[in-house]
């Protein structure tokens, strides 16, 4: 086994950033993606974060690891990274007392755990949590990797003055002169951690590592004055420890030359093969490859249905349905399950796929929108993703223009492969009203839908609000009614996705089906055109056209795009005469383009209104068929 046998792409291509983080996501998602084995491995939830970073729980801490890439690590013909580590306890912790009060303090604010969530966006408070480094090494030639933990035995900073703060006009010592301020045990955190991780990695690659590196030196200690200057000194307490892991390593190879970081002057340094080490009799890294899935059990027999649920989820174009999807996915991380996607859109562009998080599973069906080209295929597509995931959820999000009455027949099928949830349907509060009375797909929409959620309620008032409500009432009262702004509604409000439980949403048996065909976004006559552009563009030139020339019967724009003043992509989103800008961070998307979808469009008018050049690929519904 090397790492080229679980890499689908071409290691050897790659630079060490991307390296290092590729294989990082590899190992994370393929175990991640099996819910017994996560959890015999000791995960408890992963998510990923910034792009370059994740979140994690593992068994045994109730706080949040956080680690993200931080730079490159070369050596001879080895390419990878550092990525740095750091725990965040949770406020009833015990180990939140040996963090910093600087640290506790951030601990007790009300935002702790949203700046946990998104803690790459907070560099200088992630450094208060810091506990360590994990390295990630590859030899692309031979397919080997090493993973290395590096962190002090304990991590101390002390007072010279102490702390002290005015309580009642008289001062009291918070931490006494001399004392520590912070006193956390970063080798034992930090190797939970790696330990885990290790595991994830023995259990992908089908055997122990083959060799092991230890370091154990003499640590020190840091201690700060009122002054702010800090001094760092011997502590005779605190050891630096270093643990390397071998996967792949011929069982020849020179241990001096091994692990790729170290030198041959490594006095500290001992190299074992087989990684037998004395210091780690029973970790789980030793032992992962042997482990079983829980599909061994017999659900059966137990009970459980072991059918991933499906969940429908539809609504015109522009409502907000990736928005929900991103937060159903967050929630399904946190809860330790794995969610699948499968996503279409009309045209060729699949962006709301290369929109979503490298966590999760996203099957896009290729060119087309899911109530015209992927009638009869459904099934096709679900077998798919169970060949090879097993998710606990799968989310079909189709097309902002499908009619989920189409779709039913099809769902009919698949009872063997997944228990079905649910129709959800998205509505724009805003542009609820006018889409209704211009489309007829819109208005089957929410007749197909068990769930009906008005999103953008921040953009709207309370009569406007209250005249869509009773639009929806009269065209589905059976549906349950729910409302939210930016699709952020707790998925566990709407959704059994445990199998375990008995999902409480009407069922196809019970939904008012309407005889005959439905309508489809071909009757509307919608098209969609797709504009590439070769270079950025004026940001305020662009955003004038969109604003004041773009016609009206233009329903939505969306795409990658570069601006002039901006280093980075943007991804643009325009619907009802509302823009939205923001980051693009997935670097394998090289091609920058808007999609156009409306009615009447005219190719040689866009092209000469954004400067963009057309593709000349067939977008209109017909030929999606």
Known sequence: MNLMDLYPGNLGDMGSARMALESMRLFLVRTNMVSGQRFALGWRGVAQTGGDGWTA????????????????????????????????????????????????????????????????????????????????????????????????????????HGIQVPIDGQMIDLVRPGEADRDFP?????????????????????????????????????????????????????????????????????????????????????????????????????????????????????GIDERPSLIVLTGFLGSGKTSFLRNFIEYQVRMNRFVAVIQNEIGAVGLDGKLMADDVAVTEMDEGCVCCSLIGNLKTAVNRILADFQPDAIVLETTGLANPFNLLDDLGELDEQVRFDSVTTVIDAADGMTTLDRHAVAEDQIRAADILLINKIDLVDEDTLDGLKNRLAILNPRAALLTASQGDIPPGLLYGTDPMEETIHTTECARNKPAGPRPTHDRDGIRSLKIEFEAPLERQHFLDIIMKRIPPTIIRIKGVIDFVDNPAPIVFQYVGGRYDLSAFDNSRVKERFLVFIGTDLDPDGLQALTGGKIDHHPHHANALA
């Open 57 to 160: 729980k593992i068994r045994g801490y109730p706080g949040v690891f956080g680690f993200r890439y931080h730079e490159a690590l070369e050596k001879e013909a080895w390419r990878g990274g550092v990525f740095r580590l750091a725990y965040f306890p949770s406020p009833e912790e015990g180990l939140l007392e040996n963090v910093s009060l600087a640290a506790a303090a951030v601990a007790h604010q009300d935002d702790y755990h949203a700046v946990i969530r998104d803690f790459t966006a907070y560099p200088d408070v992630t450094d208060l949590f810091a506990i360590g480094r994990v390295d990630l090494l590859v030899h692309p030639a031979s397919g080997a990797l090493t993973i290395g933990l590096r962190a002090p035995t304990r991590d101390r900073i002390l007072a010279r």
């Open 186 to 302: 970063s080798f034992r955190v930090a190797y939970a951690f790696f330990e885990t991780l290790a595991a994830s990695v023995t259990f992908n690659w089908q055997a122990p590592p083959c060799l092991l590196a230890e370091t154990d030196r003499p640590g020190f200690e840091q201690i700060y004055d009122r002054t702010g200057s800090i001094e760092r000194r011997p502590a005779a307490e605190v050891r630096e420890c270093s643990l390397w892991l071998g996967y792949g390593v011929p069982a020849g190879a020179d241990p001096e030359d091994w692990p790729p970081v170290a030198g041959r002057d490594e006095e500290t340094m001992t190299r074992e093969a087989g990684a037998a080490s004395s210091r780690y009799p029973d970790a789980l890294w030793r032992v992962a490859h042997r482990t079983k899935d829980i599909k061994s059990i017999d659900k059966q027999a137990l």
